[in-house]
């Protein structure tokens, strides 16, 4: 029988959670729903001097608002837990010591000095130092020092590390489901920190444990921990635990496809690279979200999909259910992906098509004061007229404010346009085909009114662009008679006026 799928999204909470992090979590629900597996989140939160207020709730809402909640993690099903690690301290030295216990790793005393020391005396013969085979027998560690020296120190309470002792002459192979076999040679590796004395495991080993304790199966995370995989195939097999399988996702890239997207680069281009607003606890400083911008958050995960993925075929609208039928890791590429901000924003448009006009309806209502007398089923009917030319609810009053106020004035260059010496004569005639129409529907105005061009042999110019200008206020807008229809006759004979008598 094969193993439950179990995957885990595990970010420290240092922040608001980058787009690429959404991505990342994104990916592991979509491999996890393929397979019917457990989608799990892990609060990687050791390193307490990066702890930022909010953030793990940032996280949550975040997932939330995507359509993406986890199955397992912190207050919710919590069979494996706890799911932060600041909670699951007490587990990690018992790993360490055994770790120890079995000659796979070491205690090492070396103070901060003495390492910055190396660092610079290596910095200046142009090499970079190492801790490793190479030098630890000259360092001041349990490999190096008598085993009383060590136990006095310990007694005496010296701070120390816990290293991993890296092997020599060795070559690993690492496997990845995106980038395929990897080859490493141990003796470049160095003897990473595992545990300090402060009680606190370092990322490498806490990570290790839980997602074995968790039964992890698949860990899916992105490119940069790439370099930490060799430590961590290595750490399974001290343990003698079995080793997941991994998959290191591609890097997104700036928009112009050359360096990493960053957390800075939204405030530089001009678009949100946080799924929600984030406001930071100390400096206040505001960061734009998706949400807040108007983005659909079915916009926000097919476009992060494609960051990465493709189907392998044309098409490119894929609702969450479809991603998670089509999603391969497999087809997940090694390339690095372009950040592209049109795309989401084509996108958008796409998803704000699917809405229901209804529901377009009530959010336009609440951003505007203008339409807050406004009958609710009215402003849905002018939402399902509009919304094909817009990308985000903000664009609809731009888009549609004729259709609940009379323009108070004309766009210039259109009445120039628009306007001729018999256009008095011809609007004075439109309002009494008007007047005598009883039914007021479209079909009705549109055969009087053309009708009436036609048999009179009038330009349609003359007619439809002082009728346009004289309804919107310029010429632009969606069909004539729609507009006339929604904003009834009575308005509909008033504007036509108004224009008249400013000629
Ligand atoms: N805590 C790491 C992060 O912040 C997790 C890396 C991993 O998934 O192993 O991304």
Known sequence: MTKKVRVRFAPSPTGPLHIGGVRTALFNYLFAK????????????????????????????????????FDEGPN??????????????????????????????????????????????????????????HNRLKLSNSLSLSSEDVQAKLDAGDDYVIRFKSPQDETLHLMDIIRGDIKIDTNILDDKVLFKSDGMPTYHLANIVDDHLMEITHVIRGEEWLPS????????????????????????????????????????????????????????????????????PDAMINFLAFLGWNPGTEQEIFNLDELVSAFELERVHKAGARFDPDKIKWFN????????????????????????????????????IIKERATFISDFWELSSFFFTAPTSYDEKAFKK?????????????????????????????????GWITSNDISFGKVMMPLRLALVGALQGPDVFDIMYMIGKNETVKRIENIVKTL
């Open 34 to 69: 393929k397979h019917q597996g457990t989608f799990i989140l892990r609060i990687e939160d050791t390193d307490q001097n990066r702890y930022v207020e909010g953030a793990e709730q940032y996280i949550i809402d975040a997932l939330n608002w995507c359509g993406i909640p």
């Open 418 to 450: 628009a306007l001729k010496d018999d256009t008095k004569d011809i609007m004075t005639h439109v309002i009494s085909i008007i007047n005598t129409i009883e039914d007021f529907t479209v079909e009705n105005l549109q055969t009087n009114i053309k």
């Open 229 to 296: 995989l060799a430590l961590h195939y290595q750490l399974y097999k001290a343990f003698g635990w079995e080793t997941p399988e991994f998959a290191h996702l591609p890097l997104i890239l700036k928009p112009t496809g050359k360096g990493k997207l960053s957390k800075r680069d939204g405030d530089k281009l001009g678009f949100p690279v946080f799924p929600l607003k984030w406001t930071d606890p100390t400096t206040h400083e505001v960061s734009r979200g998706y949400k807040e911008d108007g983005y659909f």
């Open 349 to 384: 448009h796409h998803y704000m098509q699917e809405e229901a006009n209804d529901d377009l309806a009530e959010a336009f209502k609440k951003q505007h004061t203008e339409l807050k007398e406004i009958d609710v089923n009215y402003i849905s009917l002018v939402v399902g």
């Open 76 to 133: 919710k099903n919590e069979t494996f837990g706890p799911y932060r690690q600041s909670e699951r301290k007490h587990l990690y030295k018992q790993y360490a010591d055994k770790l120890i216990a079995s000659g796979n790793a070491y205690y090492a005393f070396d103070t901060a000095e003495a390492l910055d020391y190396h660092r610079k005396d290596h910095e200046a013969k142009g090499k970079t130092f190492i801790y490793n085979w």
